[in-house]
């Protein structure tokens, strides 16, 4: 049997799937770190439970692929301390972030995390890899579909202009 001998797992991972992976354990270190400071500076109980939640998914994220990485011998990227609670008071208002641009901010990552999960999922030779990225692409879409509908109903999005004159 050659190196592509069916079982992924055996499989080495080519340096495309070593390098999206890695860099996506990065981006979700530096994003961790940003919406626990979001949660610090956030009013809405909503908001706050969507990035609480976004945490969680990005942590679950970030120990599958380590532990993918360390199985080929391969270091992660470093984590970040985790940040210490505050509340909005501890936070003068004019250094705060208001709850419309964290929601604007955590809107564009979601997209930014899609193109990257189909990124590597394009990029994979191993199955196994590409079927967790395709998850990975799964919830964060579902998360985008919370994120959209809370951006609706707080009257928060700011669409672009909409064609309306549709000729007959």
Request: one cysteine or more; charged letters at 25%; glycine letters at 8%.
């Amino acid at each position: 049997m050659g190196v592509m001998d069916g079982n992924p797992k055996k499989e080495p991972m080519h340096y495309g799937e070593i390098i999206g992976s890695w860099a996506f354990v990065g981006a979700n270190n530096g994003l961790i770190s940003a919406y626990e400071a979001f949660v610090n500076h956030a009013g809405d109980r909503e908001l706050i439970k969507l990035l609480e939640e976004s945490v969680k998914m990005m942590q679950s994220e970030t120990k599958e692929i380590e532990k993918l990485l360390k199985a080929n011998g391969i270091v992660p990227p470093p984590s970040l301390p985790s940040r210490p609670k505050a509340t909005t008071e501890d936070i003068p208002a004019g250094a705060r972030f208001m709850d419309p641009e964290i929601s604007a901010a955590v809107s564009i990552n979601v997209g930014q995390g899609l193109v990257s999960c189909s990124e590597v999922m394009g990029q994979c030779l191993r199955e196994d890899i590409a079927m967790m990225f395709g998850k990975f692409h799964t919830e964060r879409a579902m998360y985008g579909a919370k994120l959209l509908k809370l951006n609706k109903d707080k009257g928060w999005i700011v669409p672009p202009p909409l064609h309306s004159a549709i000729p007959e």
